[in-house]
């Protein structure tokens, strides 16, 4: 079993900045990919960001050159820095990892509880 917990949400004023964190704990070989997505009522979860191994990112459309994903594999973090925020962006944000668990030969993707991002002011 891979658990995630996420933490960093909360509310932040238009154009304001928050910095999440998800961390994965458990029975880990190894970790490949680690993303961010988010659900905001009435929509259907979104991909924000995901990021590889290998340090390769890729973005979704509405918050490319706003959010910057990064991972620190030493701590089995991946965070999700998240500037000029918008009050589209309000939803509960949900990491996600996959990769490898136990001795290496079991696969694991795991989600996270989910952490409240509210942008007003």
């Known amino acids: 079993q891979v658990q995630l917990v996420e933490s960093g949400g909360g509310l932040v004023q238009p154009g304001g900045s928050l910095r999440l964190s998800c961390v994965a704990s458990?029975?880990?070989?190894?970790?490949?990919?680690m993303g961010w997505y988010r659900h905001a009522p009435g929509k259907q979860r979104d991909l924000i960001a995901r990021?590889?191994?290998?340090?390769?990112?890729n973005y979704g459309d509405s918050v490319k050159g706003r959010f910057t994903i990064s991972r620190d594999d030493a701590k089995n973090t991946v965070y999700l820095q998240m500037s000029s925020l918008k009050p589209e962006d309000t939803a509960v944000y949900y990491c996600n990892v996959d990769g490898r668990g136990g001795t290496g030969s079991n696969f694991f993707s795991s989600w996270g509880q989910g952490t409240q991002v509210t942008v007003s002011s």
């Open positions: 990021i590889t191994s290998g340090g390769r990112t």
């Open positions: 458990g029975s880990i070989f190894s970790i490949n990919t």
